[in-house]
């Protein structure tokens, strides 16, 4: 499963409309996409509470993991997403 490491960038970290905007990205690539912090479990990036859980702030790096076709490309957009500080 090809997987990427990046850096919250938000000044709010990955909650409310940032959140939203991964999750839905996440949910459009139709096969499992998980984030998690770096050597911790992963959780479901399709779910809106799983990944507010996580409650990840700005600066924080998180594992993204995705399956299926397209993958590379899914992980690539949700990187954009996390690593823009206007997200």
Do not use: W, Y
Not at 25 to 50: E, F, N, T
Not at 62 to 67: F, L, R
């Amino acid at each position: 499963m090809p997987e990427i490491t990046v850096r919250i960038a938000s000044p709010v970290g990955l909650h409310a409309r940032p959140a939203s905007q991964f999750v839905k990205a996440a949910a459009r690539h139709g096969g499992p996409v998980s984030i998690a912090r770096p050597g911790a479990d992963p959780v479901d990036a399709r779910s809106m509470l799983s990944v507010l859980g996580l409650a990840i702030g700005h600066g924080e790096d998180i594992v993204i993991s995705a399956e299926g076709d397209n993958a590379d490309e899914t992980l690539a957009e949700l990187s954009r997403l996390v690593s823009a500080p206007d997200a």
